[in-house]
């Protein structure tokens, strides 16, 4: 059985680690915050699909130092922070063997690129997945609806064969544990999907303190402008080569958010991070989308001024948590 | 000698009771939050011009229903809100007669259209100040540095010859106290060389939580994006016909904030606001100049974009102002 290494052991790690237990994968996970509670205790979750109160017991390391080796495969379910220093793929090098394969389970754009540099010869599997799953105590995850889409390809999308066969296993090995998966020739058109939206909702209502709906109402401007950002993302999409995301997409993306206008609302990921003080995913999914415009010379001037404000927030909000850290006013 | 009614006594307000005061003018300031301690203490100013701890005991009311009456000359010093309902033309109403003179010591572009539409007839005063001037507690005002300007005109910049007549003798008034005070015949001019500053520095500062210098320093395209955004001002203001206003202009001031990169910074009102979770200025500094963009069809999508997004905080915290109120948090 494949022996598996899960960086990172928030919702999306422990979900997963589940999954692959069903197939008696031999699974190691890594752990910062939550690593006492996941030696002592296991993983426990809760899902509409999966069962409530599972339990199960992997491996837990607090570094992938402690789990030197030649791994079949290696998960990485951290938030992405390219240009992080130390970065993931100097992280887990001692884990990487010479066929290791590394699956990133991330959100964003040119995400890949660190791991490539790293690692040229390693198959990488890039993922994006639509999971409500959140850590509500440390160690015990809740999948919150029976939702369930990972949808993975090769990075680049025309590797070596050897990269197409560990991409299929990984596929494999998730369906065989029930789970769901679908092999895309080109993974980065589904990547461009959820970021056409992200990268517009996520700095936006962390910017405002606002979920999508409230950020709709509160002015008349509000939703011309979200959609001319969102038009944005698309034309460097398209500069991509991807025609599939269109205005039409955008204007389906919209109507799901106008609908929830009166109720309180969907309040995306960044907009949870900057309410928690904690480090965005500013560079993978609005820098990423940026790297690109530029590359191609597609103008995005509404997109840089929010690049430009979300990262200043991020920026700011890192000098709190360096004065908190220097005070010892946290555990970390 | 006159009988003028100061409508708002923070600093601004405070500082022109003492100035006016000095020419025996029969002054009544309108109070809110400090009504109590004006009214037993006077008010109190502390300035490197004019004195430390000189009091005066100018006639105090907390709502201009209590001040009717056919006052000479009226100061709004309050902070400007256009669209706020009441509107300060309908609370000032009761004090203003046929030939009552209208100040308006506020910032921002398109903030005399609500007085020019209640009183067509009466003079009105538009003024651009730098007054470094702070309550520092209820009745007791500081003038922080040496710092004194007060730029006049009448609006509109070609009224009839009685409204030049009341400007010219509002002027002489703050001349004879020992003030300062300039007439420009197009003081228009004089609001758009503040707001092409005041329009990007105030929501930018507010929305990212920084100072300029901080936000300077945020990131390696901050520096660029808030001269684009400070370009989309002058060209609204260069198709309003203020050739003065130009990329050099911006680049003496952006020079300014860049010599402050490595200190603290300049933090600007709307950042305080923001901090005291205090309603912002944000239809009189960003949305004055977007009407003027508007009528003139000069792009400017990223002060476009800065609008909506300062527009969403602003009423995020009404909702918590509202949410605080409603369950009697408040004094107010």
Redesign the interface.
Known sequence: MPRILIFGAGGVGSFYAHLLTKVGADITVVCRSNYQAVKEHGIVLDSPKYGKGVRIRPGVVSSPVDAVGDWDLILVCSKAFPGMNPSVPQLIKPAVGPKTAIALLQNGIHIEDEYQEAFPDNPIISCTIYLPVTEIYPGHVDHQEDLEILELGTFPSRPPIAHIQACLEFRNLIKTAGGEATIYSDVQLRRWIKVAVNAAWNP?CA????SDS??L???P??DR??K??MLEVVAVAQAQGYSEINEGMVEEQLSRARNRVGSFGKEPSMLGDVRMGRRMEVEAIVGGVLKCAWEKKVPC??L??????I???D??YA?TREIAASNNWTGS
């Open positions: 936006v910017l405002t303190l606002s409230l950020f109402s509160s002015s401007y509000a402008m979200i001319d950002v001037p509404r840089e001024v929010i690049y430009c404000l990262k200043a927030v920026e700011s000098r």
